[in-house]
């Protein structure tokens, strides 16, 4: 296995599904790829906060957002690093309180089909 194939797979495991575009990056513009996962290895290895907080702070911002495609993927990545389906609740909690019903209950529908 090649060493970007491997990235992609361990990045795959914290954040979920990998966009195409990013697949891409490999071969079109390794470079660029490299300097993302740095950044990327960055963002999302523990520091003062762990991988599950983060983890859950990106859902919640991709609720609020209503974006599906990014809820989708950080709740399967989620899954992967061992975030239950109560500690995403509690968190859509937080973006219902700041973003009003429309984002908890989109991020929620997510959730229900995602972490069934």
């Not at 993927?73 to 239950?84: E, M, P, R, S, W």
């Not at 995403?88 to 908890?104: D, H, I, K, N, Q």
């Amino acid at each position: 296995m090649k060493g970007s194939e491997k990235e992609l797979r361990t990045l795959e495991k914290k954040i979920g599904k990998v966009p195409k575009f990013f697949r891409e990056l490999t071969t079109k513009e390794p470079e660029m790829f490299n300097l993302v996962m740095r950044f990327e290895q960055h963002i999302w290895d523990d520091g003062k906060i762990s991988g599950k907080t983060k983890k859950l702070i990106a859902i919640a911002i991709a609720a609020a957002l209503r974006d599906q495609h990014a809820v989708r993927a950080h709740l399967a990545g989620a899954k992967n690093i061992g975030v239950t389906k109560g500690e995403v609740e509690e968190a859509l909690r937080v973006t219902f309180l700041l973003s009003g019903m429309p984002a908890y209950v989109y991020g929620r529908a997510q959730l229900d089909e995602v972490m069934k």
